[in-house]
């Protein structure tokens, strides 16, 4: 038997590879994790201690003699194997050599085809590998041909290992001469016939006389070679005997090549991010991440794997405690056959069932609230258990909220029949992803079909190749980690340059929230340029975000191109950028500026953070002439009316043009034009219907909750609020009612007809929920803690985690209000003539 190093069907232990297995076979390769284990080699051995494969005992005594002469044998097997895979690489190194000597001689002439510098560094140290692996090969190649069990060789080994200098160089330059060659390729015509085919002369006993290689493919060989020659030394140490002549040089070499494996281990990303196809090519790992698949009507979580020439998807496999996690590939599409569906296609693809927000809404409440448990339990020094148990449900809700708040649909299609469709909750990933696949399929690539062993192959080494490890769910983030942000984040969005030509043009603003991202805002379209000057303010509110994201897309105003897909966005992504929020660097009165570059696109923008304790405060104004800050009962004395004229005239101007707006009240408006507006009615300036009349709608709709946060008092009173948390937490239908309604009666008379005004507003706006997605359970998400958050000194004895604020007191805000906006019309005489009065002690 032969065994060939330089091939996957050699595992780590000299065992043949099992004979194909069949279509759907759980058995899978076991990948070592270790950092000598090149990543393609299965080594199934070690499961099973430290077997060998069978050999031929003829002629071999038997006990303690016979496993001596077996190890003996099987160490020639393991040299011979290694002596051909030696081979082939000094021919690989060869073919790679071949072109320098000609590209060196034209570069001095008048036309060259690559520069001196770029034929340095394409080739950088390729002669000094070569030379050594050259004299390494003729002085090991006669020792293994004329064989004798005393022939020593453990001293070329050692002067191999002490070379590895030379790899060190090679490797730090790895990334910059295959980013050169890449370019040359792209620039050259010549250069690039001469790189896609290299000619590696095939062994000398072999049929084949050469095989055609592209230079990328064969720049990777050096870094998997020293993986290989580590592999090597670890077999022939297992049999060689302790008393055999090379034992401690042997030992001495593995030491050295293992220590330099591991320096280099965290450096070489191709080397982590590439497994070897079955025909020798390397393939790399481009992109991983979890995603989720809509497959036969429902959904499942998915981790994706984006390889150089195929697109493969996998679920993670449950294993027993203790064993290696494995992957099961769920199916994959070669990049040479994978299309995405245009618009006008995605009519047939399945109709997505959307969660109503007001779910995923409950969802994060419960996970907030199990937050809270969590640190208390931490605080109380509670029991670990309990502490398990809790994330375990935490992880289970997080899971839930991870799988069903998508919707955003990603279509993929092989042109030889089948469809998948992922949902993503941002178009930030859908680009990401989309980007990624069409820059790969720019090369010349072509479709395959994988055998199962291929396959196996592949799928094993995801696990080993993968850069997302864990579900993005806070419950898998270490203790340690930052919780992220609780509070209002405000972005200024000032500018944008770099754009090639004239364009319609606006941002959108993401941030992260539960472990997936939400769009909060988006800038008005400036039309017709290509330096867009927005500087438009906004406030959004942050749930543990760690990140904000800024998209600019070009609008599109042509109705043809319009999606039957409701959540699918036309508009064109010109470009996307990716912050992380600092808390330090927020976390200051001033204001912080930045700019995020994106494909050539400049956005420049500033933003500062108001943590959330602070922005519970309600601070009264000073001047009692405006609105804003001032008390309602003064407000409508002053005014001579029920309710304020501020709230009357915005809820008039949504209705008239806004209510059928997508996220009205949801959606932040401007805040510059909040500002603007606040200003105007401060003044009870004569101009004030015009203005509405030309302002963005979001802008009113938020000057209006900005009204409602400013009172000095909540609508719903500091004196009723502990009445309020306790008859929503009434289970008995009939005593809530009673206590709810007479918690209304209890209100003063200016309070309680602009809360019944708003309520009926709020209602109409819910009924238009197809068209503007504002459910009353959402309208009841933005409102309730507007309308029933206490003013400071109420709020002290509240206040202790900004997370737990949001758990336990907001859950409770948001359903009261959602109490009543459920509730039959209420009316305020109806209110006022019953008599039934309780205590409000409840």
């Known amino acids: 038997a032969d065994f060939n190093y330089g091939a996957d069907e050699y595992d780590a232990e000299g065992n043949e590879e099992p004979k194909a297995l ?44 016979r ?59 390729i002669q000094d590998i070569y030379e050594i692996h050259k004299e390494f090969y003729d002085s090991l190649c006669p020792k293994v041909q004329q064989w004798d069990s005393n022939v020593t060789m453990g001293h070329l080994f050692q002067k191999l290992a002490s070379q590895l200098g030379v790899y060190k160089a090679f490797v730090d330059n790895y990334k910059i001469a295959l980013e050169t060659a890449e370019k040359c390729s792209q620039s050259n015509y010549q250069f690039q016939k001469i790189s896609e085919e290299l000619k590696v002369k095939g062994p000398k006993d072999s049929k084949e006389s050469h095989t055609s290689v592209t230079m990328e493919a064969l720049l990777y060989k050096p870094i998997d070679r020293v993986t290989r020659s580590t592999l090597v030394l670890h077999d022939l140490l297992k049999h060689t005997p302790a008393d055999h002549p090379d034992y401690p040089l042997l030992q001495d070499a593995l030491r050295i090549s293992q220590n330099f494996l591991s320096s280099i281990n965290e450096d070489i990303d191709p080397r982590r991010t590439a497994v070897t196809t079955p025909k020798g090519e390397t393939r790399q790992l481009v992109k991983d991440g979890f995603l989720v698949e809509l497959s036969e009507g429902s959904r499942k979580l998915r981790h994706v794997f984006l390889f150089t020439d195929v697109l493969l998807c996998a679920k993670l496999k449950k294993t027993a405690v203790g064993k290696h996690q494995q992957y099961d590939c769920k199916w994959y ?124 192959v592949l799928t094993g080494s995801c696990f080993k190749l993968r850069t997302v490890h864990n579900i993005p769910v806070t419950s898998n983030k270490d203790d340690d980690e930052s919780p992220g942000l609780y509070g209002f984040l405000h972005v200024i969005v000032h500018s944008a340059k ?48 760690q990140s904000l994201r800024i998209l600019c897309y070009e609008k599109c105003y042509d109705k043809t191109k319009l999606n039957k897909d409701n959540n699918e966005i036309v508009d064109k992504i010109m470009g996307k950028g990716q912050i992380q929020l600092d808390p330090q660097a927020v976390q200051t009165k001033n204001w912080h500026m930045d700019v995020i570059e994106m494909n050539g696109i400049k956005v420049e923008f500033s933003m500062k953070f108001t943590s959330r304790d602070m922005s519970l405060k309600r601070t009264p104004s000073k001047k009692q002439t405006g609105v804003f800050g001032v008390k309602i009962s003064v407000v409508t004395k002053r005014e001579r009316s029920k309710v304020p004229y501020i709230v009357r005239q915005c809820i008039e101007e949504v209705e008239k043009r806004g209510i059928e707006e997508v996220g009205i009240y949801r959606i932040s408006g401007v805040a510059t034009d909040i500002q603007a507006l606040k200003a105007v009615f401060d003044a009870n300036n004569k101009d004030i219907l015009v203005m509405l009349s030309d302002m963005d709608i979001n802008a009113i709709a938020g000057t209006l909750k900005l009204y409602f946060r400013e009172l000095p008092e909540p609508l719903l009173t500091d004196r009723l609020y502990p009445a309020f948390m306790e008859g929503i937490a009434l289970s008995d239908p009939a005593a809530k009612e009673n206590c709810m309604m007479h918690l209304l009666r209890s209100l003063p008379d200016p309070n309680l007809i602009t809360f019944l005004f708003l309520l009926e507003h709020l209602k109409r706006v819910a009924e238009k929920e197809p068209i503007n997605k504002m459910s009353l359970h959402n309208l009841a998400t933005v409102f309730g803690p507007t309308l029933l958050r206490p003013s400071e000194g109420e709020s002290k004895g509240h206040l202790t985690l900004a997370s737990d604020i949001w758990s336990h007191d907001v859950m409770a805000q948001v359903q009261v209000l959602l109490y009543y906006l459920q509730h039959p019309p209420i009316s305020f005489t109806e209110l006022k003539r019953n008599t039934l009065y309780f205590s409000t002690d409840v």
């Open 22 to 65: 069949p279509e759907g076979s759980e058995t899978m390769p076991y990948i070592d994790e270790s950092p000598t284990m090149s990543p393609q080699l299965s080594a199934r051995g070690q499961e099973s201690g430290d077997s060998v494969s069978p050999t031929p005992t003829d002629g071999l005594s038997t006990g303690g003699e």
């Open 67 to 125: 496993d001596a002469g077996k190890g003996l044998e099987m160490r020639k097997l393991v040299l011979s194997g290694f002596l051909a895979s030696e081979e082939i690489y000094i021919n690989q190194l060869e073919a790679l050599l071949l072109p320098m000597k000609p590209l060196k001689a034209t570069a001095t002439t008048s036309q060259p085809v690559l520069t001196l510098q770029q034929i340095e560094t394409i080739f950088y140290k």
């Open 333 to 456: 599409v070669p990049l040479a056959d994978l299309v995405f569906p245009s618009p006008e296609e995605s009519e047939h693809c399945p109709q997505v069932h959307v969660i109503p927000d007001h779910e995923l809404e409950d969802m994060k409440m419960k996970i907030s609230a199990i937050k809270s448990e969590v640190q208390k339990e931490k605080a109380n020094k509670g029991q670990s258990r309990a502490i398990e148990r809790l994330k375990k449900k935490m992880f289970e809700n997080e899971f839930w909220l991870l799988l069903n708040s998508p919707a955003i649909p990603f279509r993929i299609h092989n042109r030889n029949g089948k469809s998948y469709l992922f949902l993503l909750s941002s178009d930030y990933e859908r680009s990401e992803w989309r980007e990624a696949i069409q820059k790969l399929q720019k090369k010349d690539l072509q479709a395959f079909v994988l055998s199962s062993v291929e396959l196996q």
């Open 498 to 545: 770099g754009f090639k030509q004239s364009a319609n043009l606006y941002c959108t603003l993401e941030v992260d929230s539960f472990g997936y991202f939400v769009s909060k805002a988006k800038t008005r379209v400036f039309r017709d340029t290509t330096e867009p000057q927005w500087n438009e303010e906004f406030e959004i509110e942050l749930e543990g975000s």
